[in-house]
């Protein structure tokens, strides 16, 4: 039998207000920002015993931000930051691996597609379990990183 995740109705949730939007950047400069919003993936993830026994519904929040010094015009497809590979890592190979314990990895690893964009000065990103507690909508880890200095 496969297993299909919720519906999105039964994991969507209201827009934070407390969310920052624009980290650490200037707010009079221009800037870009690239969002995967509440992805759903099943993996292998969990400390506990009964986290090892079956995949998990994992919901994955990518932020990418970038300055921005002129106008897009549609011959910029080159240049975007383009959320498709992210998403092709989460879908793709995620489920595929064996047993993660920690949520912190998976979170590095996401930082670390969004900096392979040279363009990318900051990212963050949102890894929830929202089948832990029948009490909370999910319970996970938000990784927020700057690029290091060069």
């Given at each position: 039998?496969t297993r299909r995740?919720?519906?999105?109705?039964?994991?969507?949730?209201?827009?934070?207000?407390?969310?920052?939007?624009?980290?650490?950047?200037?707010?009079?400069?221009?800037?870009?920002?690239?969002?995967?919003?509440?992805l759903v993936v099943e993996v292998?993830?969990?400390?506990?015993?009964?986290?090892?026994?079956?995949?998990?519904?994992?919901?994955?929040?990518?932020?990418?931000?970038?300055?921005?010094?002129?106008?897009?015009?549609?011959?910029?497809?080159?240049?975007?930051?383009?959320?498709?590979?992210?998403?092709?890592?989460?879908?793709?190979?995620?489920?595929?691996?064996?047993?993660?314990?920690?949520?912190?990895?998976?979170?590095?690893?996401?930082?670390?597609?969004?900096?392979?964009?040279?363009?990318?000065?900051?990212?963050?990103?949102?890894?929830?379990?929202?089948?832990?507690?029948?009490?909370?909508?999910?319970?996970?880890?938000?990784?927020?990183?700057?690029?290091?200095?060069?």
């Open positions: 039998m995740p919720a519906p999105a109705s039964t994991i969507a949730r209201p827009a934070e207000p407390g969310q920052p939007g624009l980290g650490v950047f200037d707010p009079a400069r221009d800037h870009v920002r690239m969002v995967l919003r509440d292998m993830i969990g400390l506990h015993p009964w986290e090892q026994l079956r995949p998990q519904r994992l919901v994955v929040n990518v932020e990418a931000w970038a300055y921005v010094d002129r106008l897009y015009t549609h011959a910029d497809a080159d240049s975007i930051l383009d959320y498709d590979r992210i998403r092709d890592v989460i879908r793709e190979d995620w489920p595929k691996r064996p047993h993660a314990k920690l949520l912190e990895p998976l979170a590095e690893e996401l930082i670390q597609l969004c900096f392979a964009h040279p363009a990318v000065e900051a990212a963050r990103v949102r890894l929830e379990k929202p089948d832990i507690f029948s009490e909370a909508m999910g319970v996970g880890i938000e990784l927020y990183r700057r690029r290091p200095a060069a």
